[in-house]
């Protein structure tokens, strides 16, 4: 028997664009966003008075990401913007009522999404996993 590829990069690369085109196709088919989306849209509903500054730094992503991002949330109405009571060039990002439509009905898609990767990986190994990746994801090297 050979040993398992141990190429971590390379499998998280792989891993990643797999559960990303899966889970995009998935809610784009329940909620008519992408991953992306409602990332951005959790990041809004959970964060009150966020700015577009703040949503780019949660996301990890380039600010001129985050505005094309957020374009296309307004676009879709399913985020507004409003002036900043403080700063007069920002902006904060309230979620709309089909933005939090959006994410009910994202959510049971999420959860069986989740759900399949804990039956691939077992209870164990998914919490292992979460905590792992959490790690991964607030590295700084």
Not at 41 to 69: H, N
Not at 118 to 131: E, M, P, V, Y
């Amino acid at each position: 028997m050979s040993e398992p590829d141990q190429r971590l990069f390379f499998l998280l690369q792989r891993a990643a664009h797999l559960l990303r085109t899966t889970a995009d196709r998935r809610c784009l088919a329940a909620a008519g966003v992408t991953t992306a989306q409602l990332g951005a849209l959790f990041a809004v509903r959970d964060q009150p008075g966020l700015t577009q500054q703040q949503l780019a730094r949660t996301l990890g992503l380039r600010e001129s990401a985050v505005t094309a991002l957020v374009g296309r949330l307004t676009t879709a109405d399913l985020i507004s913007k409003h002036p900043h009571a403080r700063e007069h060039r920002a902006v904060v990002l309230e979620l709309t009522g089909d933005g939090a439509a959006a994410l009910r009905a994202a959510q049971p898609e999420i959860d069986r999404f989740n759900a399949e990767l804990r039956a691939l990986l077992g209870d164990d190994r998914f919490t292992q996993t979460a905590a792992a990746l959490h790690a991964l994801a607030h590295w700084e090297p």
